[in-house]
């Protein structure tokens, strides 16, 4: 039998603080779901799954026009700020509301796409979070998931101060029993949860940040999550970082922001899963 869900294992790593929620802000579906686009059609009926404050989610609204779409997410923090995103942008084909992702309080077949961005690497069952996903999703309808790969996380210039953010969020993810290598495990969790292999398309893409307003964004977003969520506690916690290692970090991200030379790329997993 299944354990019973405990959805605070992202929050046990980053937290749901300002820092957090104003990071998630940037995305949209441009830079955070491109790979499902063009499959969308205007009137679709759309669930985004783990929406956090919202901005892709509205985003998506905007390419089903004659459709709706509604995100949900566990807590309720971010779906304040969502509910505030979307009055601040007048878009009316969207609701929020907090669900967890084991237990969706929709009927079976219930939306053509459902859609989740990097939430499968946060919960400790992924093949029972797509299994539920797949149920709420009419016949012939797509479950979109795009998953990163810490392991394809890379710095330039090197540093290892700067590599250590890498490994103290994976260690974190693994002490609770969560998959930070969850891009290239897509097709196989999609396979165990009832998909045909013929079925499912996997891709990649990437995120790159190099001009100054993106390494102030990404290296900055970094630094208050060390500064501002449970980040830093719960490295130290778990023992994987010290103190004086975290400063240090958080100094070599500040200096990473303002060197001309900076780069930063990583890669994730994208599926598009046909019910």
Request: aromatic share 10%; with cysteine; proline share 7%.
């Amino acid at each position: 039998m299944s354990q019973p869900h405990d959805p605070s294992h992202y929050a046990k790593t980053h937290g749901n603080s300002t820092a957090v929620t104003q990071f998630h802000s940037w995305r949209t579906a441009e830079n955070s779901a491109p790979y499902l686009l063009p499959y969308l059609k205007p009137d679709m009926k759309i669930l985004d799954v783990g929406c956090g404050p919202g901005s892709i989610t509205i985003s998506l609204a905007s390419h089903v026009p004659q459709g709706h779409i509604t995100g949900v997410d566990y807590a309720p923090v971010p779906i304040q700020a969502a509910l505030a995103l979307a009055s601040s942008t007048k878009t009316p084909n969207v609701t929020f509301q907090t669900a967890d992702i084991f237990s969706l309080p929709f009927p079976d077949a219930s939306f053509d796409v459902t859609h989740a961005h990097q939430v499968l690497q946060h919960i400790s069952e992924p093949v029972r979070a797509l299994k539920e996903l797949r149920r709420v999703t009419k016949p012939g309808g797509l479950v979109a998931c795009r998953e990163t790969d810490v392991q394809t996380f890379i710095w330039y210039p090197e540093n290892p101060a700067l590599q250590r953010w890498s490994f103290i969020t994976e260690s974190i993810a693994r002490r609770n029993d969560c998959e930070p290598r969850a891009g290239r495990r897509l097709k196989t969790w999609a396979r165990s949860a009832g998909f045909k292999a013929e079925d499912i398309k996997c891709t990649a893409g990437t995120w790159c940040f190099s001009s100054p307003e993106e390494r102030a964004y990404w290296g900055g977003s970094i630094v208050k999550r060390f500064e501002e969520s449970h980040l830093s506690a719960s490295a130290m916690e778990g023992g994987f970082a010290t103190k004086e290692e975290i400063e240090e970090t958080v100094k070599a991200l500040k200096e990473w922001v303002e060197d001309e030379d900076g780069w930063f790329g990583l890669m994730h997993g994208q599926m598009i899963a046909k019910v």
